[in-house]
């Protein structure tokens, strides 16, 4: 490849980076069912701090505090964050992330699986080996 071609071949790369860029700034939203509500709901995908802050939480205690912390940062419709401050006030939670104690514990995983799907955490899509180099 020559070095016009290398050029041409890094512009167009770049240019793919900044589109990319862009699309992982913009929350991606979803609608879900949830069958033990019979309702609705709509969760956003996460940005990057938001996903390092769940999966740096200590769960010693609670093995689903993760999921329960990405359920709650990601619903926002109903907005889970405002229900749990109304909640909280009222006695019925202890912590902000007990809201999420609504959902089954199977839905709660669910959730947090969709939700880390949409955010470009977890999915189908594999980076493949194109050939292998010999040093």
């Known amino acids: 490849m020559d070095k016009r071609e290398k050029e041409e071949v890094f512009r167009m790369f770049a ?9 992982r700034r913009t929350r991606r939203q979803e609608m879900l069912h949830v069958p033990s509500l019979d309702e609705d ?5 996460l940005l990057y701090p938001e996903i390092v802050e769940c999966t740096e939480i200590d769960d010693s205690g ?15 419709e109903p907005d889970l964050r405002q229900l749990a ?7 019925e939670i202890r912590e902000y992330t007990d809201v999420t104690d609504i959902f089954e514990m199977g839905e709660l995983s669910q959730i947090a699986m969709e939700v880390m799907r949409i955010s470009g955490v977890a ?13």
């Open 123 to 135: 999915g189908d899509r594999k980076v493949t080996v194109v050939s292998e180099l010999k040093n």
């Open 15 to 23: 240019a793919k980076a900044v589109k990319r860029l862009q699309e």
């Open 41 to 45: 709901i709509r969760i956003q995908s």
């Open 85 to 91: 401050v109304q909640l909280k006030e009222q006695g």
């Open 62 to 76: 609670d093995p689903n505090r993760a999921d329960r912390y990405a359920v709650y940062l990601a619903v926002v």
